[in-house]
């Protein structure tokens, strides 16, 4: 062998082995001790976010999002609820949920047994790691980690909730002993509040079950509100170690979530941005509140009128930020359609049929860019 033909094969090894070290996660990496971000994090420079407020990445002051109080929707003072609902579906395609009924102690549990579960060694993770999307338990990190150019500063686990088979939860991980029966308990709560904010949303488009009981248009073929309490349900645990260069990465791209709502729990810890009028702002985490988004589901069953909003994570150099997203749509082989009702001739269909098979094989074979896939279902 020549000693350039050595070389080769050398630079070979050495390029698939550290591809390997991050296939492992950078939480991985971060306890084997780093003082640099490694290139395969650093994104190009029009990417990055910015954090010194110079640069078209850059982010505002904080973000005052729409706050929608449960207790006072589900309370006298619902039609003027609604309008706030209305608009912030519309305006922002996220708001804040407060008062929203589900026990602290469920809520301070689900944080912390995640803070737990990335604690763990290597060994213990790595027992539900799969680079495969259709993988009901998934441990994995970066975005799209098959597809992903450049890794992003995350490490997930991911759970399908619902429809939830016998013989799929002894396979989600059974350490921390305590974390398979607080997030189910956890799941359970939140697919009850989607349920309810689904309700209301409806509500807010005029779709609510009880106008179309009292025009006799109600078709038991297709009612939504009974697709969505057999529908779709994704936990995602997110886990952002802290970052020795936060300015050349980011925990998350540009993107917009799949389905019809998304409901995020946070630490106290400061990451998630929206794009609203163009700029990136940080969103405040609120104590005991939820962050609630519009997915794209929700945007083509809409036809427009409630939009999804590309939203991004940044990270940070000194704390390590745990969140916890569950996103909800109808069930895994039902087509989403714009809802005839919401369709005239102001108002011509703008989407594409679709379902979560067809969103799996896109992002499957390529890389998943802001709002691409929804770009892809509408009509010309």
């Known amino acids: 062998m020549s000693p350039a033909m050595g070389t080769t094969t050398e630079s070979k090894q050495e390029n698939n082995s550290s591809e390997s070290h991050y296939q492992k996660g950078v939480k991985h990496l971060c306890d084997n001790g780093i003082s640099k971000v490694p290139n395969k994090y650093v994104l190009p420079v029009s990417e ?4 010194d407020n110079g640069g078209p990445n850059a982010a505002e002051p904080n973000l005052k999002l729409p706050v929608i109080d449960l207790a006072e929707l589900q309370g006298s003072n619902r039609s003027q609820v609604l309008k706030s609902l209305t608009n912030a579906c519309k305006d922002y395609g996220f708001f804040q949920l407060v008062n929203h009924g589900i026990p602290s102690d469920t809520v301070s549990g689900m944080i912390e047994v995640s803070q737990r579960f990335f604690d763990l060694p290597m060994e213990e993770r790595a027992k539900y790691m799969t680079s495969d999307m259709h993988s009901a338990v998934r441990y994995g990190t970066s ?6 150019g450049v890794f992003c500063w995350r490490d997930f686990l991911k759970l399908i909730c619902h429809p939830l ?10 350490s921390p002993e305590d974390f398979r029966r607080l997030a189910v308990t956890y799941s359970k709560e939140t ?16 779709l609510n079950r009880d106008a179309k009981k009292r025009t006799g248009e109600e078709d ?8 969505l309490q057999d529908g779709s349900q994704l936990m995602v645990v997110n886990c952002y170690p802290p970052c020795p260069e936060p300015e050349l990465t980011l925990g998350m791209p540009p993107h917009s979530d799949y389905g019809f709502l998304t409901l995020v729990l946070q630490d106290d810890i400061q990451g998630l941005q929206i794009q609203f009028q163009g700029k990136w702002f940080t969103v405040e985490p609120l104590t005991n509140s939820f962050v609630v988004n519009i997915g794209d589901h929700l945007e083509i069953f809409s036809n427009g009128q409630y939009r999804s909003v590309l939203h991004r994570v940044v990270v940070n150099s000194a704390k390590r930020r745990i969140s916890v997203a569950s996103l909800h749509s109808l069930p895994f082989q039902c087509m989403v359609k714009p809802d ?5 001739q102001e108002n ?5 049929d679709t379902d979560f098979a067809t969103f799996l094989d896109y992002i499957s074979s390529c890389e998943p860019k802001r709002k691409n896939f929804l770009e892809s279902r509408k009509l010309s």
């Open 165 to 174: 088979p016998a013989d799929v939860l002894p396979h989600w991980p059974s």
């Open 48 to 51: 990055r976010p910015s954090l």
């Open 143 to 148: 975005f799209n980690q098959t597809k992903d």
């Open 348 to 352: 011509p269909r703008r989407y594409k």
């Open 220 to 227: 038991d073929d297709d009612n939504i509100v009974e697709k």
């Open 191 to 206: 697919k009850n509040l989607f349920l309810t904010l689904m309700e209301a949303i409806l509500e807010s488009l005029g």
């Open 340 to 344: 005839p009702r919401l369709i005239d």
